[in-house]
Antibody, heavy 121, light 106 residues
Framework: QLQLQESGPGLVKPSETLSLTCSVS??????????WGWIRQSPGKELEWIGS???????NLKTSLKSRVSISVDTSKNHFSLNLNSVSASDTAIYYC?????????????WGQGILVTVSS | DIQMTQSPSTLSASIGDRVTITCRAS??????LAWYQQKPGKAPKLLIY???TLESGVPSRFSGSGSGTEFTLTISSLQPEDFATYYC????????FGGGTKVEIK
C-alpha cells in the first residue's frame, strides 16, 4: 500500500524559507506513470495546489507562487521536497503531499496525513 | 487561472436524504473534474474523477455528472459517515479546488 509522509519544521519565522519533505513508501517515486504534488490548506479554508513534480525533476508550479516555490525530487531517497521562500503569516497552513493518478493533469489519489506549518516570529 | 465555485457552502440534511452539490468552472474544463471528501483532521479522499468515474472502493451512492462548466456530485441516500466537507477540483489547466461544501446533520 502506497504511503506518503510529510516532514519538516512546524514553525517558520517570517521572511525565512519553509522546507518540507515527502517520503514515499510502498512504491517507487521513479514510476513513470505518476506525478507527485504539494497542496496546502489554510485553517478553515479551501485547498490550494502549490505545484507538482515528475521523477525526472520536471515541475509545474502555481503561477502566483512561482517566484517563491521550488519542488525537487531525490529518487535515491524516494522522496520529493518543497521549498517556499520569503514566507509570511498567510503561508500558515496544513501542507499535504500527494500522488497524481497519472500525469500532472490528473487528480490526487494518495495523500499524506498533512503537516501544520505556522509562520510566526 | 480557472476559478471553481461550489454551492451551497453549507448543506443541512438527514440520513437517507438525496444530496446534490454543484460546482461551476469559470471556463470550460471538458470533463476534467474530480470530487473529494474531507473529514476533520484528515486528508481529502478522492471520490470521483473525470466528472463521473467512481474511484475504486467508493460506495455507489456517490455519483458525478456534468461537462463543460457545470458539474454535480450526488449522494443518493445520505449515510452517517457521509457528513463531511466536499471539494471539487479542476484538472484541465494545472489544478484549482472549489471552496468546499460542508454537509451537516439537520
Amino acid at each position: 500500500q502506497l504511503q506518503l509522509q510529510e516532514s519538516g519544521p512546524g514553525l517558520v519565522k517570517p521572511s525565512e524559507t519553509l522546507s518540507l519533505t515527502c517520503s514515499v513508501s510502498g512504491g517507487s517515486i521513479k514510476n513513470i506513470n505518476y506525478y507527485w504534488g504539494w497542496i496546502r490548506q489554510s485553517p478553515g479554508k479551501e485547498l490550494e495546489w502549490i505545484g507538482s513534480v515528475y521523477y525526472s525533476g520536471s515541475t509545474n508550479l502555481k503561477t502566483s507562487l512561482k517566484s517563491r516555490v521550488s519542488i525537487s525530487v531525490d529518487t535515491s531517497k524516494n522522496h520529493f521536497s518543497l521549498n517556499l521562500n520569503s514566507v509570511s503569516a498567510s503561508d500558515t497552513a496544513i501542507y499535504y503531499c500527494a500522488r497524481h493518478r497519472g500525469y500532472s493533469g490528473t487528480p490526487f489519489d494518495y495523500w499524506g496525513q498533512g503537516i501544520l506549518v505556522t509562520v510566526s516570529s | 487561472d480557472i476559478q471553481m465555485t461550489q454551492s451551497p457552502s453549507t448543506l443541512s440534511a438527514s440520513i437517507g436524504d438525496r444530496v446534490t452539490i454543484t460546482c461551476r468552472a469559470s471556463q470550460t474544463i471538458n470533463n476534467q473534474l474530480a470530487w473529494y471528501q474531507q473529514k476533520p483532521g484528515k486528508a481529502p479522499k478522492l471520490l470521483i474523477y473525470k466528472a463521473s468515474t467512481l474511484e475504486s472502493g467508493v460506495p455507489s451512492r456517490f455519483s458525478g455528472s456534468g461537462s463543460g462548466t457545470e458539474f454535480t456530485l450526488t449522494i443518493s441516500s445520505l449515510q452517517p459517515e457521509d457528513f463531511a466537507t466536499y471539494y471539487c477540483q479542476q484538472c484541465e489547466s494545472y489544478s484549482t479546488f472549489g471552496g468546499g461544501t460542508k454537509v451537516e446533520i439537520k
